[in-house]
């Protein structure tokens, strides 16, 4: 059967995610290709695991893509504490979610800046950064981004761990310009790992 | 001043590392050059924040490096939740740790095998996979693995979540045999990202 997008015009997709009602993939089950702004339209309470079988994906605590988010690549998440990186504040909803339209792998590039507005030192990044400091960034925080392609992932401490932000060429036009800007639930500059995400 | 051990001997070091018996960098300050067995020979009760300064290093949940193991590569680490990725079982301690002996990052390498004691599909590692599904591994489950060269961190989840195993090219000769060698909390095969462990 055709794919209803002509993978053409979809270079990175097609993008499908499997959500369950309840924990190990138990109980009402839904599959989705494209965003879902709140589980609640199709009688669930919340997603309490799930599998992402196409693209990458980024999931939020709140209905409307608001609160904690969370990037979700290819794989099983069976319980909360699969997708959830802080471990400060227990996150047990996750109530909508979208694919990421990331760029090719290869060609993920982003600046990050010393000071909020795009100002202070600078420096491009195009690869993973498990920690920035010991790759070069001098202290423990950035204060803006600019993403000019690709889709990437930017976590509080060092390892990919904390609260995650999820940072795209598509969205504010790619400027997260303060720390209010890289999501909901941020709250201080901190930034000590950064990485692509890849589809 | 000279240092102890001239860097010609030790390649990929010095390794510093400074802990504080409480969190938010107060309260007794210890540095550390070499291994810790255990924080109470130095009169901690246990590591509530640390900063990796030089180098990277395993954090142990017990003394003689044993308990849950997290990668801690240069950066700040103010609480237990930055170094803990596993919400389901709540780490509050820190009691030994060791520096990484990885080799250069660009030439590690490490086989996967689909089976224990090496058998069935395998696959040769040499980059970060934050999905190793995405990226063509068949399942969620790694039966044994073997590293030719480098330090590597496999984990429980995609995007690099949950449990943390350390594989060293230097311990066990490289071999992982079971999930009971991967480390000494490990329960089961689930291992669904992989990455390299830089200096």
């Known amino acids: 059967m055709a794919l209803t997008n002509p993978v053409d015009s ?3 997709g097609p993008w499908k995610i499997t959500v ?3 924990e190990y993939f138990q109980g009402r089950r839904m599959e989705f290709t494209a965003c879902c702004q709140n589980i609640n ?4 309470e919340t997603v309490r ?3 992402v079988e196409c693209g990458a994906w980024v999931g939020y605590e709140h209905s409307s893509f608001c609160g904690q988010q969370f990037v979700l690549e290819k794989g099983d998440y069976p319980r909360w504490e699969a997708w959830s990186g802080s471990n400060a504040y227990r996150i047990e909803r996750l109530m909508s979610f979208r694919p990421v339209y990331s760029a090719c792998h290869k060609d993920s590039r982003m600046m990050v800046y010393e000071r909020e507005l ?6 491009e990044l195009c690869d993973d950064y498990p920690s920035l400091q010991a790759m070069g960034w001098f202290c423990n925080e950035v204060g803006s981004m600019q993403v000019q392609s690709g889709a990437w992932v930017c976590y509080q401490y060092p390892g990919y761990r904390g609260h995650q932000y999820i940072m795209e060429c598509d969205c504010h036009g790619g400027e997260y310009k303060h720390y209010r800007e890289f999501g909901s639930h941020a ?3 901190q930034i000590q790992s950064i990485r692509r995400i890849q589809h």
Chains 1, 2 share one sequence.
Not at 41 to 44: A, E, L, N, Q
Not at 118 to 123: A, I, S, Y
């Open 10 to 12: 979809m270079p990175m």
């Open 20 to 22: 369950y009602d309840q």
């Open 41 to 44: 339209d199709f009688c669930m």
């Open 49 to 51: 695991s799930l599998k």
């Open 118 to 123: 795009f100002m202070g030192r600078q420096w």
């Open 187 to 189: 709250q201080t500059f």
